[in-house]
């Protein structure tokens, strides 16, 4: 019998070994959703006879053969509406599947339905809870991914991220996840916000899982061989350090300390005072392109926009076209000089989030800064968050692992040692 929180790589085994169907998984997966999904709202859109339907005609074949995918409502899907939770969008169904959304059912995965997102990717925030506490947010755009993750209704889910969308969630709800290079996954059938940062990633039960995915998702992809010697990480407290909860940069010092006492050498990161300007550059390109992307739906559709998009646009009309010129040429200056710190390293460590899941009543236009997230993401690097022991009854803290730019399979496979030093008795 199929258990709803076994690993994607452990179900597409069992598929194509014969030892389940297709049938068996989708009615396990169902029935948990079924039970949970009442309270955790983490579907968009969701049909049950659609699941069975699709088991019916899957082959059992692939990479992901018989895999339950869940896909952010972001992303077109040819059998479910795609709405960004916007009234604009009601009941908009695409004629196609975004690319992504292809190549997973050709590698033999079951799509199980589209995911709450914020409007348009940003900030309102839709009816989603975290399964960890039914009382706080799981995050911010990629939510009812991992939201559904979390509550086991499917192996594998797809998100975006622009400034913290994929990894804040991931860090809130407990779960690994893997945020490529930017351009190396295809945007096509994905409503655009900022095209600068934009990229598709996905949340998975293992690391083995991220990779498996990645496999499937970016043509060509390859995992090198482990390093079997010790590690060499740089661990980056980041400018605004002093924002960190206590509780959060004492599970991540604590995480450092068992790295340090299992051999890995850990070394301290510190960067250049004019790096404190990455946030602010970020903010000022999201917002001009974000205004961009959504200039039609402002123009035609304002009055259905919220109060946090409208600011959006009043932020973008009070800043010129040089300053946003100049805002991406410091990132483009300062890029090479990142690449050279962390050049040593195997991977860089960080804080993902700098606190716990806030309350969801405090949360509707604000799910807690991305600022450790998007420091990273600004110059396009790939990003992994692992989920941290934690006692019964705590809520979830993420170590975000960073690699330098197109070195995914290799921040893969370091991924892989730092989990299994850090997770070892969680039975991942």
């Avoid at 250049?272 to 300007?277: I, K, L, M, T, Y």
Wanted: glycine letters at 8%.
């Amino acid at each position: 019998m199929i258990r709803p929180a076994l690993d994607a790589s452990a179900i597409s085994e069992a598929v194509r070994h014969g030892e389940t169907t297709v049938a068996e998984v989708a009615d396990a997966f169902l029935e948990r959703i079924e039970a949970l999904e009442p309270d955790v709202h983490a579907f968009a859109s969701f049909k049950p006879l659609q699941v069975r339907l699709q088991a019916s005609l899957n082959e059992g074949r692939g990479l992901l053969a018989g895999v339950p995918v869940g896909i952010k409502d972001i992303l077109d899907s040819a059998d479910h509406p795609t709405q960004f939770f916007s009234p604009i969008y009601a009941d908009h169904q695409p004629s196609r599947d975004a690319h992504v959304v292809t190549l997973l059912r050709q590698a033999g995965a079951l799509i199980m339905g589209k995911t709450h997102t914020t409007e348009f990717a940003y900030m309102r925030t839709g009816p989603t809870r975290n399964p960890h506490d039914l009382e706080r947010t799981p995050g911010s755009s990629s939510a009812g991914s991992a939201a559904g993750m979390a509550a086991d209704f499917f192996a594998v889910a797809l998100g975006t991220q622009t400034a913290g969308s994929l990894l804040k969630p991931a860090a809130y709800c407990g779960l690994f996840a893997f945020k490529p290079s930017f351009g190396l996954v295809s945007l096509e059938g994905v409503k655009p916000l900022a095209p600068s940062f934009d990229t598709v990633g996905w949340y998975g039960r293992s690391v083995r899982d991220l990779g498996l995915v990645a496999r499937v998702l970016i043509p060509g992809f390859e995992l090198p061989e482990a390093p079997r010697r010790p590690l060499h990480l740089g661990f980056c407290r980041t400018p605004r350090w002093d924002q960190v909860q206590p509780e959060v940069a004492e599970a991540l010092e604590h995480a450092v300390e068992q790295l340090r006492h299992a051999g890995h050498q850990v070394s301290e990161l510190k960067l250049p005072d004019e790096f404190a300007g990455v946030f602010d550059d970020h903010l000022i390109i999201n917002d001009c392109e974000g205004a961009r992307s959504l200039a039609k739906e402002f123009e035609q559709h304002r009055s259905l926009l919220s109060p946090s998009i409208l600011a959006m646009f009043d932020r973008a009309a009070a800043t010129t076209w040089d300053q946003e010129t100049a805002a991406k040429a410091r990132l483009a200056a300062l890029a090479p000089r990142l690449n050279e710190r962390c050049q040593p390293f195997d991977a860089i460590l960080a804080p993902n989030c700098a606190m716990l899941a806030p309350l969801a009543v405090d949360s509707a236009e604000n799910t807690g800064p991305s600022d450790f997230i998007k420091f990273w993401g600004a110059f396009g690097w790939p990003q992994v968050n692992i989920p941290l022991p934690r006692a019964e009854g705590l809520l979830p803290i993420g170590l975000q692992m960073i690699g330098r730019f197109r070195t995914d399979g290799a921040l893969l496979r370091v991924a892989e040692r730092v989990a299994a030093e850090l997770l070892t008795d969680r039975g991942h």
